[in-house]
């Protein structure tokens, strides 16, 4: 993976990749993360149109076009985005239903939640609370129906 598609990937939605190393909880602002390692090892392992699928199911639009409304376009944590990629990665028909999926959940309280309960890694406590929310939200109920005959 080249530099440049990440930054390209993130410029196209209007994000701005700062280093790790600037990070404080002040520092925090819609559309900035500090997670590009996180970013490039999500390129690296899923490639491009992946991460960019990813940024667009966090900021909740299409390519950065729309402005999200419920906040969670400050949620460009790395717990976040591995999170949402893992979730994307094991229900690929999540992502078909576009950007919309996670404007009704709260990814800042979902990863609060997760570091609060100590669990383990906290992208991994995430993905169970972030699937177990969209249950809650309805969406597209067929996909748990069939995970979960699958598991039977």
Do not use: F
């Amino acid at each position: 993976m080249s530099r440049g598609s990440l930054w390209a990937v993130a410029r196209e939605r209007g994000i701005t990749l700062k280093s790790g190393r600037d990070h404080s909880p002040a520092a925090s602002r819609e559309r900035t993360t500090y997670a590009r390692k996180t970013l490039r090892r999500l390129m690296d392992k899923h490639g491009e149109e992946h991460v960019g699928r990813v940024l667009d199911v966090i900021l909740g639009d299409e390519r950065g076009r729309r402005r999200n409304r419920e906040g969670n376009a400050a949620e460009l944590y790395g717990a976040t985005l591995t999170a949402v990629s893992e979730l994307l990665r094991r229900h690929p028909q999540l992502a078909e239903e576009g950007p919309a999926i996670l404007r009704e959940i709260d990814l800042g309280a979902l990863r609060r939640r997760a570091k609060a309960m100590k669990a383990g890694p906290v992208s991994q406590t995430m993905l169970t609370l972030l699937t177990l929310a969209l249950v809650d939200t309805g969406a597209d109920e067929d996909w748990m129906r069939e995970r979960t005959e699958e598991a039977a």
